[in-house]
């Protein structure tokens, strides 16, 4: 019963920690978090301003939020200050690069800070443009560092620059204001249109005119920059396809060619600019538009509304924590208090993974998509199952070393996934051939998996190397225990890779008219099945011994990474999704880190040279 209690208020905190409410300080603050659940259109996708803020501030800072002189903006709160107030925020200190040939060429080389403040670049905005066109008409791989890095840092500005006339133009002082004056002009210079000859005119006739050539040029603008589609319009009756996404000067322009006005445009005016005079009325006016889009497109708002709040929960991230005091507990549990620590670190872990498996779901109905749709999600999974058959082995076996595993595997591929979020949108559209729910809960699912029983069979031999070392005389005794572990969970991880391979080669012939293309992802995940099978063969032929086989576990590791990984990087093949040169780097590393360990398998060790026989 105390075991029970104590592990309910693991789960508790746990819940406390991940789903903490937001506290708002004042209506101001309110109306901001309402304002990032608003529903756009960007990139081709649905998605809350705050998931469009977020991606935005990843490719101009590489991070999800703005920290000033003054305080720390949430991604919702800088993209409303972009918006609403464009000449603060072009004195943020915002836009990022650690080039030091860019610092230099900026008039800034021995400035230690990586960022610059719109305001301070824009003399150099037309050079840094000419060099980035100029350095685009290289092949990739003949660029230098240089040209690569202001390729990189023009593309940040543009995106800046885009944002900030996604709505309305950047010198704009009264949105409000602004619509009422447009209407005016447009009253005075309606009968002014259609005249054949503009001789003969007043001063006051041609200003009209001059005023409204103005407002036209900047609707212009606006409409060729935006990147941001924020009025919806309903084309058709079936509410589920019949929706096309405008910006907010096609709706300006319908006014001009004296047609309605979408009523989101006049309410987006009103929240603009209680925005920019950071007025209570801000959360009124944003109500206002939720109101719109219950009346009008519920279902957007409500999907709109679960993404950012998945966006705000940043469950995966927190539960890399989580994980990682896990470990610690049952670390501890070895030297002091071993029940009470080890049943904590059960309860602790499996509820993380429960959590885990929460996440997971969640994501899934947010996307309407099964679990893996791209290299984030396939890291969030990965160490899902991972954990699943860690904490399966644990059930059986009872020695704390499934446990382990599970922690470490937990903790080590949600910090992946994390790293891999800083590359962009992580519920991005699917790619035209990937967009088939059943072979994404068939085939992807289960060669993930495969992943998974690679990888854990893999970490329970390096768990039992460095056991071998620090405790030889332990380690042979729990010898038996390890192989049994490692020798079940290559048998699942074959079996899986196997029937996964055979479902996408199924899949390739659907999609590609060939069962097998030699294509470098369709080679690596042969090369899993093949290596898994290579283990076995080897083991039960006695051509190698419990070293040997988690020697060749732990070699498996460097296979499914290359597979996971690797082949995406090659810039070949139907499945390459770009080269990543951070994500290079770690799995050089992590492959040369692997055949360290497995070299520590060659120290020799009385206690373990009685391998187990056949």
Not at 534 to 550: A, C, E, K, P, Y
Request: aromatic share 12%; glycine share 8%; hydrophobic share 45%.
């Amino acid at each position: 019963m105390k075991q029970k209690l104590i592990g309910l208020a693991i789960i508790g905190l746990i819940a406390l920690y991940l789903f903490k409410p937001t506290i708002h300080k004042t209506d101001f603050d309110k109306g901001v978090s309402l304002w990032g659940q608003l529903p756009v259109l960007h990139e081709g996708r649905i998605k809350p301003l705050d998931g469009v803020a977020r991606h935005s501030l990843l490719i101009i800072r590489s991070k999800q939020t703005l920290k000033t002189s003054q305080d720390k903006l949430s991604a919702s709160e800088w993209l409303l200050r972009v918006v609403s107030n464009p000449n603060q925020a072009d004195q943020d200190d915002l836009l990022m690069t650690n080039h030091p040939q860019v610092k230099d060429f900026l008039g800034y080389p021995k400035q230690k800070s990586h960022y610059f403040s719109y305001k301070t670049i824009t003399p150099k905005l037309a050079q840094i443009e000419e060099l980035a066109a100029k350095a685009a008409v290289i092949d990739s791989e003949e660029r230098s560092s240089f040209q690569a890095a202001i390729i990189q840092f023009y593309n940040s500005v543009m995106t800046y620059h885009k944002l900030k006339n996604s709505f309305f133009y950047e010198d704009i002082t009264n949105y409000t204001k602004f619509m009422k004056d447009l209407d005016k002009i447009l009253i005075k210079s309606e009968p002014l249109i259609n005249l054949k000859s503009f001789k003969g005119l007043s001063i006051d006739q041609k200003k009209t005119l001059l005023d409204l050539n103005r407002v036209v040029s900047k609707v212009r603008y606006t409409n060729s920059v935006s990147i941001v589609n924020v009025i919806p319009r309903q084309v058709s009756a079936n509410v589920n396809v019949g929706i096309e996404w405008g910006s907010i000067s096609d709706g300006l322009t319908d006014r001009i060619a004296n047609k309605p006005v979408p009523k989101l445009t006049t309410l987006y005016a009103a929240a603009l600019t209680s925005a920019q005079q950071q007025s209570p009325q801000f959360l009124a006016d944003v109500n206002n538009i939720h109101t719109y889009y219950n009346d009008t497109f519920p279902k957007l708002l409500k999907q709109s509304k679960q993404e950012a709040m998945f966006y705000d929960w940043d469950m995966f991230y927190k539960l890399v924590v989580i994980y990682g005091f896990g470990i610690l507990l049952l670390i501890g549990s070895w030297l002091i208090w071993k029940k009470a620590l080890y049943s904590a670190a059960v309860w602790l872990i499996t509820a993380t993974f429960g959590f885990h498996s929460l996440g997971l779901i969640i994501r899934m109905l947010v996307q309407d998509r099964p679990p893996v749709t791209n290299l984030y999600s396939s890291a969030v999974f990965v160490g899902w199952g991972g954990v699943a058959l860690a904490l399966l082995l644990e059930r059986y076996f009872k020695n704390r070393l499934g446990l382990l595993v599970a922690g470490i595997v937990g903790f080590l591929t949600l910090i992946i996934a994390h790293h891999l979020s800083l590359q962009g949108d992580t519920l991005e559209n699917m790619r035209a051939v990937l967009d088939s729910n059943f072979w994404l809960s068939t085939h992807v699912i289960t060669i993930t998996l495969g992943y998974s029983g690679t990888y854990i069979a893999g970490f329970i031999a390096i768990v039992y190397t460095f056991h071998r070392l620090i405790n030889a005389a332990k380690a042979a005794v729990m010898e038996k225990e390890y192989y049994r572990m490692v020798f079940g969970t290559v048998c699942f991880a074959l079996l899986l890779s196997f029937i996964g391979t055979v479902l996408g080669g199924i899949w390739g012939d659907q999609s590609w008219g060939r069962f097998w293309g030699w294509d470098p992802k369709e080679n690596g995940a042969l090369l899993i099945v093949l290596w898994n099978a290579m283990i076995l063969h080897f083991r039960l032929s006695g051509w190698i011994q419990t070293r040997g086989l988690m020697g060749m576990a732990i070699l498996g590791n460097i296979v499914t990474s290359f597979s996971w990984f690797g082949v995406n990087m090659l810039g070949i093949g139907l499945h390459s999704y770009g080269f990543m040169e951070q994500a290079f780097f770690w799995l050089i590393l992590f492959i040369i880190s692997q055949l360290m360990i497995v070299s520590l398998l060659g120290i020799p060790k009385k206690a373990t040279d009685n391998d187990i026989k056949a």
